[in-house]
């Protein structure tokens, strides 16, 4: 009876990852197999949910995520596990170096983002070599409302909890260099079979927006952004070794200072 359980469990887990893996299945519609997700998932124990890996090293959440499935990454939120153990889970990285929070910011789906947040999500666990952020990966991609809950710019979460807008990459771009490229190209479509990558990073031209008025409303966030949270310790020298020498570091830094000295406008009072 052992033996039989172990293989019931052995074939539930694999279900799970095929209904995760749709992409590869032609013909398949999501909303029937994020059901169908939902319902093995259900049947499965804490520890077994938590050990489902794919080929790459993703985690059941981690996939969720991906596909922007809401319902199946809440159930799995709400599992039966110790608080450190779920933020374990949250955070964990595939062998990609992509956490659940990174993947579902990259696609916009910020309510999911929202939940992964409340599980004590890091929103400032960069990928791995390239140190991309969620919110540079949230900008790039123009997910404005990916990018008003990260920075939370109310301050309804904790600090630690809030993205932190000096985030640099490997080479010494923050998410408001990534904007401002995006501003810069000519990228109308997201279906331009002759445009190329933006960077090295592999980071495309987006898919869901249009510019060049979500990135202007993305910019106008961060540079207030900027503005409130102070750049961390030794940023100035970290910057010089990577990015200032373009000058793009000055240009940002200069604006940033103008706009806090620029005094504040009188109001003409009617008599």
């Known amino acids: 009876m052992v033996n039989d359980a172990k293989k019931t469990q052995a074939d539930q887990k694999a279900q799970l990852l095929r209904f995760l893996q749709w992409q590869s299945t032609p013909g398949v519609n999501l909303v029937q197999n994020e059901t ?25 959440l ?3 995520c991906r596909w922007g499935m809401q319902q199946l990454a809440q159930v799995i939120l709400t599992t039966a596990a110790l608080t450190q153990e779920r933020s374990a889970y949250v955070n964990k990285p595939n062998d990609m170096g992509w956490t659940p929070l990174l993947l579902a910011a990259q696609n916009g789906h910020h309510l999911i983002c929202e939940d992964l947040l409340l599980a ?3 929103p400032n666990l960069p990928t791995e070599g390239t140190r991309l952020s969620a919110l540079a990966l ?4 123009g997910h404005v409302n990916t990018v008003k809950l990260l920075l939370d710019l109310e301050w309804t979460r904790p600090p630690m909890n809030r993205a932190h807008p000096w985030m640099l990459s490997s080479d010494g771009r923050s998410a408001l260099h990534f904007v401002r490229e995006r501003l810069q ?5 997201a279906g331009d079979a002759d445009a190329e990558a933006l960077d090295n990073y592999g980071i495309l031209k987006p898919q869901r927006t249009e510019l060049p008025e979500d ?14 949270v102070p750049p961390p310790p030794g ?8 990015y200032l020498d373009v000058g793009t570091w000055h240009q940002i830094l200069e604006e940033l200072d103008l706009l806090r000295k620029k005094p504040a406008r009188k109001t003409l009072h009617r008599r």
């Open 215 to 228: 990135y202007n409303n993305i910019e106008r966030m961060l540079i207030h952004s900027m503005r409130v």
């Open 138 to 141: 949230a900008a790039s991609y």
């Open 235 to 242: 940023f100035e020298a970290q910057v010089q070794d990577e």
């Open 36 to 60: 169908d997700a939902v319902a093995c998932c259900l049947s499965l124990g804490t520890r077994d949910l938590y050990s489902i890996l794919d080929n790459f090293g993703s985690t059941a």
């Open 185 to 189: 190209s000519k990228l109308r479509l």
């Open 120 to 122: 004590q999500a890091d």
């Open 62 to 64: 981690a996939l969720a």
